[in-house]
């Protein structure tokens, strides 16, 4: 029973092939996909997907940093709308947060990845979801600002410093490890240091990935993969560790558990 609980289902990437993808999903023993949305015209086609694929598929709807800054005010409002419309059917608000990097230390476009950032936040704490978190070289700023909101945070592929992570795991928050663990030495040492009961897995796709992954489309299909390593890094057996993940997903995503 494996669990990807960050994919862009929704992505051009995917368009027109959702049907066999989580057909092999499935097959491969995946039975929770959180699908991530980074605007309006992705959210709305996630809750679609969500739709369409009972209980496997579970939406997750917000606005990405790297779309903060095209999007217009009421296209952010629409997007919070559709949260409070949809409160307890979604697994999460996401993919949401702040991104440095793409920000290229233009002030404008930090405040607006900022601005937008908040207001999912204050979405996310009136309906009570989980928030799922980009923080990619922002990680401090990420806890920084959630910590103002009376949220659970789950920070996607955290890639930042021990230290913040420290910090991250003592708020009772979780992080995700993608297929990434297989090739870099700073995921593996996140992984080692984070206990099991704090990490959730995820793909990330449509993102492509180097190591055995160099030939592989992104699909859910990679988490055994994952989890293989992961149980590596830990010591354990791959069952153990994919049972522990699935518990932990239980736990952060309320619609989860309503579906037991
Ligand atoms: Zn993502």
Known sequence: M?????IHLADEAY?????RIVEEARRAGVKIIVAN??????SLRTLELAEAYPPTVLPALGVH??????????EVGEVSNLILKHGGRLAAVGEVGL???????????????KKVFSLMLETAERVGLPVIAHSRRSAGEVLEVALTYRVKMVFHWFSGEIQVLRRILDEGFYITVGPSIHYSKHIQRVAAEAPLTSILTETDGPVRYRGPFESLETTPTLIPMVVEKLAEVKGLKPDEVALQILKNCEKVFPAVQSLE
Not at 15 to 19: F, L, P, S, Y
Not at 37 to 42: A, G, H, V
Not at 99 to 113: P, T
Request: with cysteine; aromatic share 10%; proline share 2%.
């Open 2 to 6: 494996y669990v990807d609980s960050h």
């Open 15 to 19: 368009k027109g092939r959702v049907d």
């Open 37 to 42: 949305s980074e605007d309006l015209e992705t």
């Open 65 to 74: 940093p790297w779309c903060a800054c095209e999007a217009e005010d009421s």
């Open 99 to 113: 991104d440095l990097a793409y920000a290229r230390g233009k002030q404008e476009a930090w405040d607006r990845q």
